[in-house]
């Protein structure tokens, strides 16, 4: 089980690709709201319904959680402690922890960084805490996959796919989906 969270100012392409890209290859992505609202809308004014909202969600059912960037998308992530904790938990479990673009600075605020590779949008390297910043696209580091932004959208939902299915997936739906 894959949770995607959803908060007000989401970056679209980073949420959507991913979530398409994770269901092609096969995995059951929750598209979750972190508010009561299951209506969602992005930065750009495109809105999503969510299938559920945090409240009801299993942390313990999570084999990875997603966060898309966006600004103010990320700060609204931030925001919800439930979600934060949900975090936390996770990642002491090694479950898989991602973040694009603005993202992954909320890794970076709750110390789930320390020590490890991670990219992220020009700009917010700063609040990547103790993190070790490249430049790549798509950067993994043990159970954290981090991505620098709308352009990596793609290549980031590969990385959180290929966690969960074999390298004959990946390739079938790359070649599908004309990235051969």
Known sequence: MVYLFLANGFEEIEALATVDVLRRCGLQVVMTSVSDELCVEGSHG??????????????????????????PGA???MKCH?????????????????????APFV?????????????CYPGFEDKLKNAVVCPQMVV?????????????????AFAIASRFVDAATIAEVRSGMLFG
């Open 107 to 119: 890794l970076g605020e709750l110390g789930l960084l320390a020590g490890r590779k991670a990219t």
């Open 46 to 71: 495109v809105r999503v319904m969510a299938d559920a909202g945090i409240k009801s969600v299993a942390p313990s059912e999570a084999d990875a959680m997603v966060l898309p960037g966006g600004m």
């Open 140 to 156: 993994e580091d043990g159970h954290v996959i981090t991505g620098r932004g709308p352009a990596a959208a793609i290549d980031f």
């Open 75 to 77: 700060l609204n992530l």
């Open 82 to 102: 439930l979600l934060c904790d949900m975090l936390v938990g996770h990642a002491g479990r090694q479950g898989v922890t991602a973040a694009i673009c603005a």
